[in-house]
Structures are given as C-alpha cells and as structure tokens.
C-alpha cells in the first residue's frame, strides 16, 4: 500500500528555516517523481518543487527559487524540501505527492497529475 507521510511543518519567523520530510511506503522513491506542494488559505494548492523519477532533475516555482532545496534519500525512502528565508507568503499546508511517470518535473509541478498524496504538514510564517 502506498502512503506519503510528512513532517515537520510548524512555526517559524520570517527568515527562518524548516527542513520537510516525506516518508514514503509501498514503493521506492528513486523510480518516482515526487513533488512538494502547497495550499495556502483561500488559495489554490501550486507546486512549489519537484523531482523526477530516476534522476536527479528539478523543478522550483519562481516564488521559491534559491530559497527552497528539494532532495532524496534513497536509503531512507524519504524526500526532502529545505526550506530557507521563509516569508509570510510561503504559509500553508504543504503536501508531498509522487506519481509513478517519465514526465519532467516541471510538467509534474505544473500541471498536477500526481497519483499518491499525503496528507499534508502545516507551516506557518509569522512574527
């Protein structure tokens, strides 16, 4: 059974930084794309960055781009989302989804098509 479990979600100041987890299960995250995504309040959910499946090519929205570093750890089976600078537009719940594909991961962050979602993990930028 495939399951996205995330963490590490909560409050910081603006400035700060938050390191997301994504534990995955039933599958190995090396042979998916997996993408962070986010909602925030009264906002449609946007794809904040992405990974493709067997490599190592990126994709980062503009309003995260060299604040936001995505990674994977394979032994772990776990996807990261580092995250630096926050701001207070970068509040809300962000959600870690994977799709079994040979799309790009601009195409994933984009235009959706993820197959597996969590559940999703709260940050909150405030001072």
């Not at 399951?3 to 979600?9: D, I």
């Not at 190995?28 to 904040?48: H, L």
Request: one cysteine or more; a neutral charge.
């Amino acid at each position: 059974q495939v399951q996205l479990v995330e963490s590490g979600g909560g409050l910081v100041q603006p400035g700060g930084s938050l390191r997301l987890s994504c534990q995955a299960s039933g599958f190995t995250v090396d042979y998916y794309a997996i993408g962070w995504f986010r909602q925030a309040p009264g906002k449609e959910r946007e794809g904040v960055s992405c990974i493709e499946g067997g490599n190592t090519n990126t994709y980062y929205s503009d309003s995260v781009k060299g604040r936001f570093t995505i990674s994977r750890d394979n032994a772990k089976n776990t996807v990261y989302l580092q995250m630096h600078n926050l701001k207070p537009e970068d509040t809300g719940v962000y959600f870690c989804a994977a799709h079994e594909g040979l799309g790009s991961a601009s195409y994933y962050c984009n235009y959706g098509g993820m197959s597996y979602w969590g559940k999703g993990t709260p940050v909150t930028v405030s001072s």
